[in-house]
């Protein structure tokens, strides 16, 4: 049960990120779920910081600022060096 939860927000983050979501009804179509499970996902994505919006003329969900949704376990040890990669610090 939650690797289904865990591999859906994954699949709608990759199609958010390539806006390649389509309309609410296409993307539950995609992701094998009902239209009220998908509203579901993204206030649930939403509420934990997602800057998701719906762009009505391209008919697709998009992030309003470059990132992806990341739900993992990181030691700091391992942390580290990938904050500094995303931040485009050296090492």
Do not use: W
């Not at 390649?20 to 779920?33: D, F, K, M, S, V």
Request: hydrophobic share 35%; aromatic share 14%.
């Amino acid at each position: 049960m939650q690797r289904d939860i865990i591999n859906r927000l994954s699949q709608l983050d990759h199609l958010i990120r390539i806006r390649g979501t389509g309309t609410p009804a296409q993307l539950a179509e995609r992701l094998n779920l009902s239209e009220r499970s998908v509203y579901d996902y993204i206030n649930f994505m939403k509420g934990l910081g997602c800057p998701i919006k719906f762009d009505s003329y391209r008919e697709s969900y998009f992030y309003e600022e470059d990132g992806f949704f990341v739900i993992a376990f990181f030691s700091k040890d391992k942390l580290k060096p990938l904050m500094e990669d995303y931040s485009g610090n050296e090492k």
